[in-house]
C-alpha cells in the first residue's frame, strides 16, 4: 500500500489542528507574547495554545477566508497588512497546505512578522522550497497527527513546525519528536 491515497479532501483544506502537534511547539516559543492567526478556521489552534501557555500567549487577531467562530473577522490571508496597526511578536497558523497557497502565503508573511507554520515535513525536501528555505530558521518535526476526530488512524503525511524569519535571527536547526 502507498503511503498516499485518493481519499476526497475537505473543502480549503481546513482540518482543524489538534492539541498534539502544538505541544512541541511550545518550548520555542517565548514565555509570553502576542501572535495572530490568519488561517483560524474554528479557532481550535488558539485555543490549544491558550491552554498551553496558560494564557501567555495573546492571539490579538484572528481571521480566516470563512470563519467558523465568533470574534474572528473575515480575511484573506494573503492580502492581510498589519501596517500602521504596530508590530506583532509572530504568526502562529496550519494553512492550507495546497502550493498555489502555501508558496504565496509564506513570501507575504515575510514581509510582515516571524510566521509558524504547521505543514508536510516532505516539502523542505523538495526543489520548490529551496529559495524559501533560505528564510527558514528552524523547523520542528511533529510525525503524524490524526486530524479527523474519530478516525481510526492519523494522516499520511509527517509534519512539522516551520519558523519563517526574513531577519533570520534564529540559528537553523531541526528538532524532532513524535506525536
Keep these: 500500500m502507498g503511503k498516499y491515497s485518493n481519499f476526497e479532501r475537505r473543502p480549503r483544506d481546513l ?4 492539541i498534539e502537534p502544538v505541544i512541541p511547539l511550545i518550548d520555542h516559543l517565548p514565555y509570553s ?14 485555543n490549544n495554545i491558550t491552554e498551553l501557555t496558560e494564557g501567555h500567549g495573546n492571539c490579538i487577531f484572528a481571521s480566516d477566508i470563512e470563519p467558523l467562530a465568533e470574534g474572528m473577522f473575515k480575511n484573506d490571508a494573503l492580502t492581510l497588512d498589519f501596517g500602521g496597526y504596530g508590530t506583532v511578536d509572530m504568526c502562529i497558523t496550519n494553512p492550507p497546505w495546497s502550493r498555489d497557497f502555501l508558496h504565496p502565503f509564506i513570501e507575504h508573511w515575510l514581509d510582515i512578522c516571524p510566521t509558524w507554520l504547521l505543514f508536510d515535513s516532505n516539502w523542505k525536501e ?8 533560505t528564510y527558514c530558521a528552524k523547523v520542528i518535526s511533529v510525525g ?14 509527517d509534519v ?11 540559528q537553523t536547526y531541526f528538532y524532532g519528536r513524535s506525536v
Aim: hydrophobic share 35%; with cysteine; proline share 4%.
Design 144 to 157: 503524524r497527527v490524526k486530524w479527523v476526530e474519530g478516525s481510526k488512524g492519523v494522516g499520511k503525511e
Design 126 to 133: 523538495t526543489k520548490q522550497s529551496a529559495v524559501l528555505m
Design 15 to 18: 482540518y482543524t489542528t489538534p
Design 160 to 170: 512539522s513546525w516551520y519558523l519563517f524569519d526574513a531577519n533570520k535571527t534564529h
Design 33 to 46: 507574547f502576542d501572535y495572530v492567526e490568519p488561517c483560524a478556521g474554528d479557532g481550535r489552534l488558539i
